[in-house]
C-alpha cells in the first residue's frame, strides 16, 4: 500500500535550529532514504520550496484568481514529502518515525495513504 510522509515544517522551529541540528537533520533524511530504498519502499522524495514561492489559483464568485504566496498565512507548510509502498500503515508508521522531523518539537510527520496511481 502507498503512502505519503509529509513533512511538516515551521518556520519558526527552522529559524531556531543550529547549523549542528541543520546538519543532523539532513543526516537523518540520508539514513532514511538509505533504509527505504534499501528495502525497496521508497517511491520518490522533494523537499518543497519556501511557501512564499508559490501560486494559488482559485475560484471567487465565479471567476478565476491567481495569487502570489501562501494560499494562507500560516507559520506551519507542507516542507516536503516521501512517497512510500509497504506492507500496510504499521510499516509506515514505522519509517516516519525514523524521520528527525518527527523527533523535534513544533514539526511533524503526516501519514496519508494514497488513494489511487
Avoid at 522551529?13 to 543526516?27: D, G, P
Avoid at 501560486?55 to 516542507?79: E, H, L, N
Amino acid at each position: 500500500m502507498k503512502y505519503l510522509l509529509i513533512l511538516q515544517g515551521n518556520a519558526v522551529v527552522l529559524e531556531r535550529l543550529t547549523t549542528e541540528q541543520r546538519a543532523a537533520i539532513s543526516a537523518g533524511h540520508r539514513e532514511f532514504q538509505r533504509i527505504a530504498a534499501e528495502a525497496g519502499e521508497l517511491i520518490s522524495t522533494a523537499a518543497l520550496a519556501d511557501p512564499s514561492a508559490g501560486t494559488v489559483i482559485r475560484t471567487r464568485d465565479g471567476k478565476r484568481q491567481i495569487s502570489a504566496g501562501p494560499s494562507r498565512q500560516a507559520a506551519d507548510f507542507m516542507g516536503g514529502y516521501y512517497l512510500v509502498d509497504v506492507e500496510g500503515r504499521e510499516r509506515a508508521v514505522e519509517l516516519a518515525d525514523l524521520l528527525p522531523d518527527s523527533q523535534i518539537d513544533g514539526l511533524a510527520v503526516e501519514i496519508r495513504p494514497v488513494m489511487c496511481g
